[in-house]
């Protein structure tokens, strides 16, 4: 029986239009339909394989690349646009360098570090996310500079020994990265092959074990789309005070409460895996006291009435079990995410920007400062950031990873609850998609997405 196909990504389609249509591609040969389809793969073998393998070979020349293996792959590197191609199957975007560790560095690494790292993971998130942990920087250069054979001293900075290492694994000297997409010229267009990493037989199922628990979870910060002081929440989480034990979320982020310092407290990391997404009595107390104590509210925008529920009902009948409560916030974030996903898709060309401005923008200044904290997490000083590179790139993972768990979400095993929007609620998604597709000012759209999640909790509470 033959596999049935799967269909293409609308990430990726967009991603086919904008290459197609620019600048550095003019005169490379595509077949387009009269429907506007491109005939995106051709073997070597046809007329219009050949006529790209010539294209490619003129250009060669023309950037003075020598003829010989790989000048396929060097040209079609060289003239990518962004070097960061979209994924067919998942929609997923990866970089076209040499810069995800490939089986035996990740082997060696996670056994190292005994951390749970995969081939999806970018060697420079990597670096990042194990200085968090702890791992001192001189620690990290060695290790990479010693696979890599590299002439450094481990003082170098981040970017020298990423960079050295990209520029020997891409020239076949070493073999410890490698690329998000493999070189694929002439089938397909861009010259890249149409699966990424991610969907080459192997997904990211997350990582990171007690070691790494602060990432973990402000990585999942980011995935739940949180508000907080999520910056000082991340430092905040790798300070002393949670040495030898893990820092647990009052309220789970997985239901729709914050990322914030003043909602974490130590747990033992045993206690603190089983307790998962639960939300007990004493929890809901904690909530509520801390609410009252800082004036800092526990709930990201998307699930503010929620909450007001929440508080009121558990002051009223405190004996009731908490479980609706739960249910209730669960199914408002599998709502959520389809909101968001529903936007991505059907908007590919302004969707991603339009949900970066409107609901990730506003956290961004949070991350221009350090912080100092008191015993329960408030913030006793603020001081501004000096700007590095990592510092800079802070904002892109927030970003990069906040998008790329929209379309994850829904696809994990282990998610057992789909989403169940009402017919009026569907109306208003479908014409929050037109506007966003549509050009005009922004504002107005925001105000229509916050109506939506506000009539999606309304509809919730009352099977709370």
């Given amino acids: 029986m033959a596999r049935e196909e799967r269909p293409w990504h609308p990430n990726f389609i967009q991603y086919m239009r904008f290459i197609a249509s620019h600048p550095n591609y003019a005169g490379l040969p595509i077949r387009r339909g009269e429907d506007g389809s491109l005939g995106w793969v051709a073997t070597k073998k046809t007329k219009i394989g050949k006529a790209r393998i010539a294209w490619c070979a003129d250009k060669a020349r023309q950037m003075g690349i020598p003829a010989g293996p790989g000048m396929y792959a060097q040209v079609m590197l060289a003239i990518h646009p962004t070097k960061r191609k979209v994924c067919q199957i998942c929609g997923r975007e990866m970089s076209l360098y040499y810069l995800y560790p490939n089986v035996n560095l990740l082997k060696a690494l996670n056994r190292r570090y005994g951390t749970d790292f995969t081939i999806c993971d970018q060697i420079g998130d990597i670096w990042d996310e194990l200085v968090r942990a702890g791992t001192p920087r001189e620690d990290i250069a060695r290790f990479l500079i010693e696979k890599g054979g590299l002439d450094l001293e481990p003082s170098a900075p981040k970017e020298a020994v990423i960079g050295e ?13 490698g690329p998000g997409a493999m070189s694929d010229f002439p089938d397909r267009f861009d ?15 997350g990582r990171s074990k007690d070691n790494l628990r602060a990432y973990a979870k402000d990585r999942r910060a980011y995935e739940y789309w949180s508000d907080g002081n999520i910056h000082a929440a991340n430092q905040y989480m790798a300070s002393d005070r949670f040495k030898n034990t893990s820092a647990d979320h009052i309220g789970p982020i997985s239901l729709g409460f ?3 310092p003043r909602y974490l407290q130590p747990m033992p990391g045993g206690d603190n895996s089983a307790k998962r997404d639960r939300l007990e009595p004493k929890d809901i107390e904690k909530i509520i006291q801390t609410e009252r104590r800082t004036g800092v509210f ?11 529920h929440v508080k009121a009902s558990y002051a009223a009948h405190p004996e009731r079990s908490c479980e609706p409560y739960r249910t209730g916030m669960k199914q408002n974030m599998t709502d959520f995410m389809f909101v968001l996903r529903t936007i991505l898709d059907r908007c590919p060309q302004r969707g991603r920007a339009f949900l970066t401005e409107a609901f990730l923008a506003p956290n961004f200044p949070c991350f221009d400062y350090d912080y100092t904290f008191g015993s329960r997490g408030e913030i006793l000083r603020r001081t501004p950031r000096r700007r590095t590179e990592s510092s800079r790139s802070e904002l892109d993972r927030y970003c990069r990873i906040a998008i790329q768990a929209v379309y994850e979400y829904g696809e994990k095993e282990n998610r057992n609850m789909a989403p169940d929007l009402s017919d009026r609620e569907m109306a208003l998604l479908e014409e929050i998609c037109r506007d966003v597709g549509s050009p005009g000012p922004a504002g107005p759209i925001e105000e229509k997405v916050r109506s939506l999640m506000r009539l999606i909790q309304r509809r919730l509470i009352l099977t709370m």
Avoid: I, M
């Fill in 298 to 308: 526990p709930t990201n925008w998307y699930a503010r009435e929620l909450w007001e």
């Fill in 258 to 260: 914050v990322h914030d």
């Fill in 191 to 205: 010259g890249f092959h149409p699966y990424n990493r991610c969907c080459r037989g192997s997904q990211d199922k």
């Fill in 165 to 177: 290492l990209e520029r020997r694994c891409r020239a076949k000297e070493r073999a410890c990265l």
